[in-house]
């Protein structure tokens, strides 16, 4: 195991391998855990892991045949270094399961020629805006009405076209951060103040009212192949609570969502691996509201694995080592779901009943994230939650049930910060 020094080049000036030193063909993986890495390796692949230190682990050590660590770098500085790296080790591909790593690792496979999805197909999914406007010439009969917003006067202008409720939200966002929804002329001023101090970053839209569902598929030269479609639960500001697979939709519903995800998928020009579609059932039909090429978070991927027998990390290898997508493996449940602990900001004194919760009927794992001495800030996105956990059972409503009764064992003790309001506060 090699840990490359993050020196100027990325690279050990001693070291050169050609492809028959390597055990394998060549891959760079950005970021993520260890499932992807050790599936690689077991299909015969010479894994590379880039990422940050602050990801890395002693799994990530025994998973991978070598680690590429750089903390803070830009994405510019991140290409340059995979291009001077892939001098001293020829990569066959590049992939990534997480985010912020997408547009880059596309950026990579492009300088260097290799296989995978078109860049501007991965900058459109990352650039909601690029989405919209791509949709608006390839699909216009599903397009949503958007605008970027550079000036104050151009949020009044959008607002008399669509008509309130609109959306507010980062053009290049994800995991339900910085979502704004204006309902009422009482909040346009607090709108024209996001806009003027986040010109060109914020991407207006029209108000989209209906249940929301997010499908996961998987694509394999252009054919994409629908795994499961997940009931979503919102909170205040479009942040996410809970996820359900299955969804509890009609057999028409499920035709509506796999038809217009398909249409999505080929229209943005997607053409391999998994992606995490998001789309609102409203009374014009289907519309999407997002899409990334990775698998879907907030533990998607383990409900979809409990239900189908399938995980996308593992297709997703299976792809990348150009061998055959493996079958279904394991026992499956009927269905599963996750639910997010949520609770009043503050600092907290102290957590329980997570032992409990782990205990109960159909539990499959839990997954705390505060502690005493942590501090919760106000319900604004993903990372503002406070725990969750999955359930799984033989029906859709029988695991949304476990899973919300099993997290209401878990108690978070607040005491409000100084600058709020002075009481104390237990929340569930």
């Known amino acids: 195991m090699t840990v490359l020094d993050p020196s100027p080049t990325g690279v050990p000036k001693d070291q050169h391998l050609d492809r028959a030193d390597l055990p394998g063909p060549a891959v760079l993986v950005l970021g993520g855990g260890t499932r992807l890495p050790k599936a690689l390796r077991n299909h015969g692949m010479y894994v590379v892991y880039g990422g940050g230190t602050d990801e890395y682990t002693a799994a990530h050590h025994e998973a991978c045949h070598e680690a590429w660590l750089l903390s803070g770098s830009s994405e510019d500085a991140w290409v340059a270094r995979a291009v001077a790296l892939h001098q001293q080790i020829p990569f066959e591909r590049v992939v990534t399961v997480r985010e912020r790593f997408l547009t880059t690792a596309a950026r990579i496979a492009d300088a260097l020629g290799l296989a995978g999805n078109p860049l501007q197909t991965v900058r459109a999914l990352k650039d909601k805006a690029r989405m919209r406007e791509l949709l608006q010439r390839r699909a216009p009969d599903s397009a949503v009405r958007a605008k970027v917003m550079r000036t104050v006067e151009e949020v009044d202008a959008f607002v008399a076209e669509a008509g309130l409720p609109i959306v507010l939200k ?226 859709p409503d029988e695991a949304l049930d476990r899973a919300r009764a099993a997290l209401s064992l878990v108690t978070v003790h607040t005491v409000v910060a100084p600058q709020q309001a002075p009481e104390n506060r237990d929340s569930r």
Request: net charge negative; hydrophobic share 40%; glycine share 12%.
């Open 170 to 395: 980062p053009r290049d966002g994800s995991a339900s951060e910085g979502i704004t929804i204006i309902r009422h002329t009482s909040g346009m001023a607090a709108a024209r103040q996001l806009v003027r101090s986040r010109p060109e970053a914020l991407l207006a839209e029209e108000f989209l009212d209906g249940p929301e569902f997010s499908v996961e598929t998987f694509s394999d030269q252009g054919s994409h192949h629908l795994l499961a479609i997940t009931e979503k639960f919102t909170g205040p500001g479009a942040v996410e609570i809970g996820h359900l697979v299955p969804a509890r939709i009609s057999a028409d519903e499920y035709a509506t969502l796999e038809e217009a995800t398909g249409d999505f998928l080929d229209a943005i020009g997607l053409l391999e691996g998994p992606a995490h579609t998001e789309v609102i059932l409203t009374p014009r039909g289907p519309r999407v509201v997002e899409s990334h090429n990775r698998p879907g978070g907030d533990g998607i991927v383990d409900l979809v694995r409990h239900v189908t027998g399938l995980d996308l990390r593992d297709l997703l290898a299976a792809q990348t080592a150009g061998e055959p997508l493996p079958a279904a493996d394991g026992e499956r449940a009927g269905a599963a779901a996750t639910w997010f602990l949520t609770t009043d900001p503050g600092l907290v004194t102290e957590v329980s009943g997570w032992q409990a919760a782990a205990e109960q009927p159909g539990v499959v794992a839990v997954s705390p994230a505060v502690r005493a001495g942590d501090t919760v800030a106000p319900l604004g996105g993903s990372d503002d939650r406070c725990g969750s956990l999955i359930a799984a059972a033989p029906t």
